[in-house]
């Protein structure tokens, strides 16, 4: 049975559209843990678009799961994951004008790099796992990398029209077995719904699904019409007094 980690970057995107204290990320880590996250994930981009360094340092000391980093193979990137100490770093490519991540790493065309920086993460005692496509080159690569574990990168199945999921599912499900056979342990995830989940969770060997766009979606739609009612509530019967007093 896989596990979930839940990505909550875009309760960050929310709060950065207004530069504001709410939402916060790192209270509602909790929440999502509160309703069964195994894990809690983030993506500390190079440009800070979401989560912000505060993010990462407050969740490292209040997540009680797991703090999954996913973060860009640079060394300012790497000098934050030794300082912050994840339960696991997952590297992920990274263009400034992308919308989300849109391909997996090119752990194949890195080489001697790659490896120099997963040897360092792994022997300071934090996992690596390499966000790739569902390809057999890229997990032999990842495989000679060091790394322990892979991310599969879900979003070609995710984007397929429906004809074609059973074919992006058994690619899926070959990558899997190869990572495997190669010694690695296998994550996945990018662009899974309500919808498309439950082949991807029910596939043999794959032990976390980190997922986030569509539970920040889920989260807004079952909660706006309490949201809404508590503040009619304080329209229609305001209290005159500020809220927190006056002071002194
Ligand atoms: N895994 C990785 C490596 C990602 O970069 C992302 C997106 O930040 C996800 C999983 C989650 O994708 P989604 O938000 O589409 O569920």
Redesign the pocket.
Known sequence: MASL?V?I??LATVRQARRTVEPDPVTLALLAELGGADGI?V?LREDRRHIQDRDVELLRATVRSRLNL?MAATDAMEAVALRVRPAMV?L?PERREEV??EGGLDAAGQGNVLQGRVQRLQSAGIPVSL?IDPDGRQIDAAAASGSRWI?L???RY?DAPWADQPTELARLEKACDLARQRGLRV???????YQNVEPVAAMAGVEE????????ARALAVGLTEAVREMKRLVTSPRREPLFGLGG
Do not use: C, Y
């Open positions: 980690g990505n970057d875009h994930t993506h996913e997952t992920v989300t991540t966000f991310e990168h879900t979003g995710a994550n996945a995830g990018h662009g899974l719904t699904l980190n997922i986030g766009h569509t539970i920040i």
